[in-house]
């Protein structure tokens, strides 16, 4: 609980700055009317638009030259195609939904195109501190020769802001000074930052400097013609509300970056006017953009299914289907604003004289209501098509759909339907991207995505306050039907969508409590045992070990086991089961992890299921290669093979003999195994690991048939056997022998054991995973492969890491990577350790069991 009450202060306070922010619109804006605000739309000349559009045009090339001085600055330049790509619809819904969403997408498509999790993280940082510079330097500029006065609304103790614009000098000037003189990198926490030169440094403020003058632009040529009205003192203005906006934590600076600008120039220029020119000014800089990146990933969607374009779709594909989801979820959000605040505003009412003629006045009302409550409908849904649910998808199609005809129907907002449209089509054709097949009643929601929707909520009813605050309230508005009924329709649009979001709270209030994990000691394990055998994946049999809880899914067909250590939630392995159940079992066990405040990690996964962990923005590390033995191909014939054919005949010229005992004749053999195993750990002078591999427990060896040599009838080595379903493969987890075994004991077993799988008709043996290997180790390479590549050259002393893969290169393997998905970042090291941790954890008494 204490930890949900930490996560809500953020929201709660964003919540309540825009709360007095629309206090003091309401109180700046008391002398006007809404009519006022539209008429300024209705007044903006062509030329206007036009300059507003071209600045906005510059201002995004500006954008993107962020990332192409980072990108340089990391040493891994791209080519400008990518960098603008990244740069627009990143920077695109960015600046409408705020800088996690920035660098998310950063992240998704520059890990795409392989940069590391390092270098990511110092591009971040780099624009990050560029645009302050920016800003900075703009900003103490013109508040050291344009000092701003304050507004008596706002009370402070000083009168102008001349200190701070020397303190935004200073600060500038400090780290162009640094830039000058210190040559050795900044190390902050634990990463090392080199200190760009002089050069790059001023090409860095230079282009912050252009995107801040442009952005500012915009909005300049939007508002009325001020005589007193400086540009320089504009730019001041504008910049204090790009501050306070960012410091508001509200997605995009929404009502706080108004707030401020019309408590500046309401004192030279009407307010209604400003708040007409902030509105066109967040339809262009801001939607705008963001209603084409949308299209264009939309588009891509339907580019990936002609195979005439797949050059264009490759270079697409690499990274679109991580961000179409969030991409989608944003741009539906927008579009239950836009039917909300639709519902709040008056009608055209020449389109509502003409339209009379054809359409009823019932037929009006009811989609004027309607259309609020699939706006209400789409700000809940949109969560769900974030975390790829199949049932928000069709919802929300159905909606998109019926708010188009809404639109058109209850006044003939045809500007409504086109961009409702264009939401439509860039959803239909990104079916494949949401597959999760659960209730979105049962979907837990962020404090910050119900902060957003309260917002929308507050914004709507405001709005509708605002416009028709010269009706004086009476009852009887709610029983008032006619065509110049705006103020009785928004009253009952918003009563009803205020009901339905209450309502739609009130069900997940009610909802039945999430269940409980099932740990191994609640699980009925006989359908662990029932989901094992009919596996084709051999870590499936690790769920016998009893060091694992497990975590079913619904219809007890899959399952997911784990273990905990710290903050650490590891899963090993994919889930167990059909593949159909694996992503929602997944998202599942994140949701989970999540809940209890833990990192959600699964270990040794394969590369087929990779995007499903991207999806719960995860991040990747090779762990090494599996190899796996083709078995119908496998024979001890040919030159190839001389030396397999060697080792059995020397082993049975010893008079060793190879023997396959069935499970339930293991038992009577387990005291002698165990004499082998005690023997075998004391040679080798290790301990029993655990979690990812097996170790010595009566009870669980007493799961398997096992493999075993006999020399001269008494046993030396043995191994358990995996066996998967349908004869897909074979493997072992545990294998030992006496110190006194012959030479290539265990090569004989294994020879033996593949011969026995092959006329058995299994198709695969799976020798398993040689930790580090394949990993490059180039010095472009991600720092964490480059670690794994020097351990796998050098660890001989703690584990014989290129001997194991030597060892299994002699059978002619086909090798399959195995990742590490997990939160990426400063947390690597500590989660890499607390699955070391697991994996060496101490299992005392095991072998007494």
């Known amino acids: ?104 997408i950063r992240y998704r498509l520059y890990a795409a195109w392989g940069l590391s999790t390092i270098d990511i993280t110092k591009i971040v940082a780099f624009c990050g501190l560029a645009f302050w510079l920016g800003i900075f330097t703009i900003g103490g500029i013109v508040f050291m020769t344009k000092p701003l006065e304050i507004p008596s609304l706002i009370h402070v103790r000083f009168a102008s802001i001349h200190l701070l614009g020397i303190c935004f000098i200073i ?55 001020i005589g007193s009205l400086s540009y320089l003192t504009f730019i001041g203005i504008f910049i204090l509300s790009q501050i306070a906006g960012l410091i508001s934590q509200v997605p995009g600076g929404l009502g706080i970056m ?218 009887e508005l709610w029983w008032h039907f006619s065509l110049s009924g705006d103020a009785p329709r928004f009253l009952r649009a918003t009563v009803g969508a205020c009901v339905l979001a209450l309502f739609f709270a009130l069900l997940k209030l009610l909802r039945s409590a999430t269940a409980k994990p099932y740990v191994s000691g609640a699980v009925d394990l006989t359908i662990v045992r029932t989901i094992v055998k009919n596996s084709k994946k051999m870590y499936a049999n690790l769920a016998f070990l009893g060091d694992k809880s497990f975590l079913l899914s619904e219809s007890k067909n899959a399952f997911i086991m784990y273990a905990t250590h710290g903050k650490s939630w590891v899963a090993m392995g994919d889930p167990v089961g059909p593949e159909s159940e694996m992503p929602e079992l997944i998202w599942k066990f994140h949701e989970m992890c999540d809940l209890h405040g833990g990192w959600t990690i699964f270990y040794e996964v394969e590369q087929k299921h990779l995007y499903k962990y991207i999806d719960l923005g995860l991040t990747l590390l090779k762990l090494g290669e599996e190899a796996r033995v083709s078995l119908p191909t496998f024979s001890l014939e040919g030159i190839a093979r001389k030396g397999l054919r060697h080792t059995r005949n020397h082993l049975e010229k010893e008079g060793c003999a190879f023997e396959l005992v069935p499970k339930e004749k293991v038992p009577a053999l387990l005291p002698e195994f165990k004499i082998i195993s005690d023997a075998w750990l004391a040679e080798k002078n290790i301990t029993e690991k655990s979690f990812c591999t097996g170790f010595f427990n009566t009870e669980y060896l007493k799961n398997f048939p096992a493999g075993i040599v006999r020399k001269n009838g008494k046993i030396i080595a043995f191994l358990n056997l995996w066996e998967g379903a349908e004869k897909e493969e074979l493997s072992s987890d545990l294998m030992r022998y006496l110190p006194e075994s012959p030479n290539s004991t265990m090569e004989y077993l294994f020879i033996q054991l593949m011969l026995w799988g092959k006329q058995e008709g299994y198709k695969w043996f799976n020798f398993g995973m040689a930790p580090f290997s394949g990993l490059e180790s180039r010095v472009s390479a991600p720092v964490w492969n480059r670690l794994g590549a020097f351990i796998f050259r050098h660890g001989e002393h703690f584990f014989n890491f290129q001997g194991l893969r030597q060892y299994k290169e002699k059978f002619d393997p086909v090798w399959e990577p195995k990742y590490l998905a997990s939160p990426g970042g400063f947390t690597l090291p500590r989660i890499l350790t607390n699955i070391a941790f697991l994996i060496s954890k101490s299992s005392q008494g095991a072998g007494e069991k």
Request: hydrophobic share 55%; aromatic share 14%.
């Open 1 to 104: 609980m204490k930890k949900i009450l930490i996560r809500s202060i953020g929201p709660l306070f964003g919540v309540f700055l825009f709360a007095a922010a629309l206090w003091v619109l309401q109180y700046e804006l008391k002398e006007y009317h809404y009519h006022d605000v539209a008429h300024h739309f209705k007044t903006l000349s062509l030329l206007r638009l036009f300059l507003a559009f071209v600045f906005t045009l510059l201002g995004y090339l500006a954008l993107i030259g962020y990332d192409f001085l980072a990108l340089r600055y990391v040493n891994h330049p791209l080519a400008y195609s990518k960098i603008a790509t990244a740069g627009f619809i990143g920077y695109a819904f960015s600046n409408n939904i705020g800088i996690s969403m920035l660098a998310a």
């Open 171 to 225: 600060f500038v000037g400090g780290f162009l000074l640094l830039s000058a003189l210190r040559k050795n990198p900044l190390k902050i926490l634990r990463l090392e930052f080199s200190v760009p030169s002089l050069k790059f440094s001023l090409s860095s403020i230079t282009i912050a400097c252009m995107d801040v003058l442009l952005n500012g632009s915009v909005l300049y040529v939007l508002l009325p013609s």
């Open 258 to 475: 108004e707030t401020v600008i019309i408590l500046f120039l309401s004192p030279v220029a009407p307010a209604s006017s400003v708040l007409g020119a902030l509105l066109t000014f967040r339809g262009i800089y801001y939607l705008l953009p963001m209603c084409i990146a949308a299209i264009l990933l939309g588009i891509n969607e339907l580019l990936q299914r002609k195979e005439a374009l797949t050059l264009t779709a490759r270079f697409f594909g690499q990274w679109v289907p991580e961000i179409v989801p969030n991409v989608l979820s944003f741009s539906t959000f927008v579009g239950g604003i836009i039917l909300i605040f639709s519902g709040s505003t008056p009608t055209e009412n020449i389109r509502m004289m003409w339209f009379r003629e054809f359409i009823p006045l019932p037929i009006m009302e009811i989609s004027h209501f309607f259309g609020s409550l699939a706006g209400v409908l789409l700000l809940i849904l949109a969560w769900g098509l974030q975390r790829r649910m199949n049932a928000a998808y069709h919802l929300t199609v159905a909606l998109l759909a019926s708010g188009i005809v809404f639109s058109l129907l209850k006044g003939f907002d045809y500007e409504e339907a086109i961009i409702l449209t264009a939401m439509l089509g860039a959803l239909l054709p990104s079916h494949q991207h949401f597959y999760r097949k659960t209730s979105l009643i049962n979907e837990p929601y962020t404090p910050g995505w119900i902060a957003a929707i309260v917002l929308v909520m507050l914004s709507s009813i405001w709005l509708g306050l605002f416009s028709y605050k010269h009706i004086e309230y009476s009852s």
